[in-house]
């Protein structure tokens, strides 16, 4: 019996002590969603073989991230797969329910028509409609996909 009393002390202290520790906040972190998005794009821009560079603006209360994907006049023309499974990731990730509070841009930057609207259809096909999810094309001779994801601060 003595050697329990040790044992049912530190049960006691360290019920005592998580009972002090704050819980888990319940409802959406926005944060995190910020953080995640920009993360998951990150990765699987990087998994798919492609560059990309990260920017971060701040204007007042609002905040946006752009990320830029370079795409290569051959993965372009050539309708590589890779470029296929990129743009098709990205537009999952995008379309995800969790994202769908983050108002996003996706510009699709490319020399001609025919490969504008290649991407766009991949793209569209991939966000199915979300309303949150805006596409626009534009003559680009650098090829390259902009993603934009506005962040609204609520003062908290």
């Known amino acids: 019996m003595d050697r329990l009393r040790p044992i049912a002390t530190m049960v006691c202290v ?3 002590l998580s009972a002090c520790t704050p819980s888990k906040p319940h409802g959406p972190d926005m944060t995190m969603a910020q953080d995640d998005i920009r993360e998951r794009l990150s990765d699987v821009i990087t998994l798919d073989g ?3 560079g990260l920017r971060r603006h701040r204007d007042g209360l609002e905040h946006y991230d752009e990320i830029n994907i370079s795409i290569s006049l051959d993965s372009l023309k050539g309708r590589h797969l890779s470029l296929e499974k990129l743009v098709t990731d990205i537009g999952r990730i995008c379309a995800h329910p969790k994202y769908a509070h983050l108002p996003i ?4 930057g490319a020399g001609d028509d025919d490969d504008q609207m290649y991407l766009y259809a991949i793209l569209a096909t991939a966000v199915r409609g979300r309303p949150n999810v805006a596409l626009l094309t534009a003559y680009d001779s650098r090829n390259q996909l902009i993603v934009t994801v506005l962040h609204r601060d609520r003062g908290e």
């Not at 841009?105 to 699709?108: G, Q, V």
């Open 105 to 108: 841009r996706i510009f699709i």
């Open 50 to 52: 492609f560059s990309h």
């Open 14 to 16: 360290l019920t005592a």
